[in-house]
């Protein structure tokens, strides 16, 4: 049982769009952190969750770290909760880590340029006794895995959660299908591969994208075989990276290939024209084409998720409508409806 250390998230202005995907995520859920407030200086004045979903969670959006601390003195880390062009730390986020270092505040970094690396930051955090934890450090290369072939021990069904692109949802629809499982008197597990899995309190993964390509292979594998073995799941869920054909950073073949998934849910946002909505990048192709190219890789996509972002009601139910009378799969709103409808194909694996 992990101890909850008690956390405030830092949004910087962004707690309305998705750049704030890793704070949304522990808005959601997580088990490693108690989240006290959100700071942002923008936003402010609401609940988290209302914002976020319609969800009260009694967690509230404070202008400032000065405030947050007033409120919440209890608080002992500061997490930040945003991604950045390049994973770069921008100088106004700087500036706000400083202020919660000089409050005793430790900080949590999900970003590719680490805190640890800065020696004025290492200092300051000396100086109050606090820690610096830089989430996408490589691992050194004496605890990284090679693929070897142990994956064929998994005997209990693995289901990749991938996307036609990035940050449509693929990490919380796996969280969701984990839960929904474990009400139902099933045993789940979700195998984290990015920041926010490890955030919630992931306890089998590793993060995909600050791993050496050489050893992603034997990393996805390990994960999955150290989670089965000790854990002897009924399901495993491997939460997708990007999408198999987004040209910014391909991924997904891996789950198949060297993860042995033999099913996939697949997740889409249909008002989303291009990858990444960036024109340059290209057109999204159409989710008849995704599902041919995962059954090239072995595997049976058996639903799909809709990310209704920029949908009506209306507009996502006939989204909705539309897709099932194509597929003949299950096609899930999870906002909206929940995953319940995703239970008996799940129970007929």
Known sequence: MINKEKAIILTLDVYDKLDAKTAHGLIRGTQRFEILAVVDSKNYGFDAGEK????????????????????????????IGIATHGGVIPKDLEVILLECLENRLSLVNGLHEFLSDKPHFIELAMQNKAYLKDIRKPKTKDNLHFWTGRIQQVKCPVIAVIGTDCAVGKRT????????????????????????GWLQGGEYGFIFDSTLNDFVSGELENAIVECYLKENPDFIFLEGQSSLRNPSG??????????????????????????????HWGEIPSVASEIALIN????????????TQGCSPKEAKAFQEDYYDKLKIPVLLPIEEGVN???????AL
């Open 296 to 307: 090239a890789y072995g595997a049976e996509v058996i639903a799909l998720v809709l990310n």
């Open 250 to 279: 391909p991924c997904g073949s891996e789950f198949f290939v060297s993860g042995k998934a033999k099913y996939a849910v697949l997740v889409h946002p249909p008002k989303r024209v291009y990858y990444d909505d960036d024109a």
């Open 52 to 79: 976020l979903d319609g969800t009260h969670r009694h967690i509230p959006i404070i202008e400032s770290v000065k405030e947050a601390i007033q409120l919440f003195p209890e608080a002992t880390v500061a997490i």
């Open 173 to 196: 629809s796996a969280r969701f299908f984990t839960e929904l499982l474990n009400k139902n008197n099933k045993k789940a597990e979700m195998i984290y591969t990015g920041q926010t």
């Open 341 to 347: 409808a995703i239970l008996p194909a799940f129970l």
